[in-house]
């Protein structure tokens, strides 16, 4: 069974950063694509970012471009996902998923089979 566990949230002032790590355990050989999730309260869960199994394909939701960079180290089986110049607005529970043979097209909750617990981040100041 593919586990995710995320690590690395925490409470940020406004313009601070944080690195998110997702690492996986289990059978890892049918793990492609890392999408990163996360959920607001009062919002529902919307993807942020995801990247190929490669690295050679990467998207992001428009509201975190140029601020969020995702990557992963396939020799520790984890994702990463650095985040810079926070705002309020980025608070929320983020989540790593992947779901087997999906590409790097950020998608809904529903179309992914395996979640981390989530990591919660907080700006505020």
């Known amino acids: 069974q593919l586990q995710f566990v995320e690590s690395g949230g925490g409470w940020v002032q406004p313009g601070g950063s944080l690195r998110l790590s997702c690492e996986a355990s289990g059978f890892t050989w049918d793990y492609d694509t890392i999408t990163w999730f996360r959920h607001a309260p009062g919002k529902e869960r919307e993807g942020v970012s995801c990247i190929s199994r490669g690295g050679g394909i990467i998207n992001y939701a428009d509201s975190v471009k140029g601020r969020l960079t995702i990557s992963r180290d396939n020799a520790k089986n984890t994702g990463y996902l650095q985040m810079n110049s926070l705002k309020p607005e980025d608070t929320a529970v983020y989540y790593c998923?992947?779901?087997?043979?999906?590409?790097?097209?950020?998608?809904?909750?529903?179309?992914?089979?395996?979640w981390g617990q989530g990591t919660q981040v907080t700006v505020s100041s």
């Open positions: 998923a992947t779901t087997a043979g999906r590409p790097c097209v950020l998608g809904r909750p529903s179309d992914y089979a395996y």
